[in-house]
Every structure is written in structure tokens, then in C-alpha cells.
């Protein structure tokens, strides 16, 4: 098991930034490929992020690119999402997950932070 726990969330005006957190205890997330989803209410989950811990490449999808950066601390043992500019639209819980290099799916996820942007 990977206990994910993401921390940041908040209530934003739309056009301010946040920073999403995520961190686990008792093991390394060097160890995996950790991603940041998200879902409305009454939409599917979606991708949203990913970084390779060990080498710091990262994939974000078009819909929040030149928006959102994802990084990562390793001597925190955090992965974290940086927010800006954002939308009404970007209103989610955002979702830390991980999963082991050569696996295919996420397997380990956190319980989620709500992010709200008010317009």
C-alpha cells in the first residue's frame, strides 16, 4: 500500500492559483509515477497530470497546460501541483495517484481535495 494524502485545496477567486500537495509516509515516491486527476460532479474523472519522480518528466494535459505545473521534492517526498490562472471549469476534487514504473494502471490514490473557484 502507498498512503497518498493530498493537502491544498481551497476556495479561490477565478484568475488566482493554488498549490496541491501530495505526500506519503513510510515509503518513497521515487518508487513510482504519481498523477493528479480530477472530477466534477456529474463528470468523469479525468488526467490531469503526471511526472516520472526519478527523472522529473512530466505529461499535462492540454486542457490545463501553460496553466498548471506539476514538480516534485524529493527530499520532501511530495509531488505537487501548481495552479494558476484558474477557471470556473477547473472546479474538481483533484485526486493524487501513483502507480509502479511498468504498470499500466494507477493503482494507489488519495481521498481527494476539493478545489472550488468562485467567479
Known amino acids: 500500500q502507498v498512503p497518498l494524502v493530498e493537502s491544498g485545496g481551497g476556495l479561490v477567486q477565478a484568475g488566482g492559483s493554488l498549490r496541491l500537495s501530495c505526500g506519503t509516509s513510510?515509503?518513497?515516491?521515487?518508487?513510482?509515477?504519481v498523477g493528479w486527476f480530477r472530477q466534477a460532479p456529474g463528470k468523469e474523472r479525468e488526467f490531469v497530470a503526471a511526472i516520472n519522480v526519478v527523472s522529473g518528466s512530466t505529461n499535462v494535459a492540454d486542457s490545463v497546460r501553460g496553466r498548471f505545473t506539476i514538480s516534485r521534492d524529493n527530499p520532501k517526498n511530495t509531488v505537487y501541483l501548481q495552479m494558476y490562472s484558474l477557471k470556473p471549469e477547473d472546479q474538481a476534487v483533484y485526486y493524487c495517484?501513483?502507480?509502479?514504473?511498468?504498470?499500466?494502471?494507477?493503482?494507489?490514490w488519495g481521498q481527494g481535495t476539493q478545489v472550488t473557484v468562485s467567479s
Open positions: 495517484a501513483a502507480r509502479s514504473y511498468g504498470e499500466n494502471s494507477w493503482k494507489y
Open positions: 513510510g515509503r518513497t515516491l521515487s518508487s513510482y509515477f
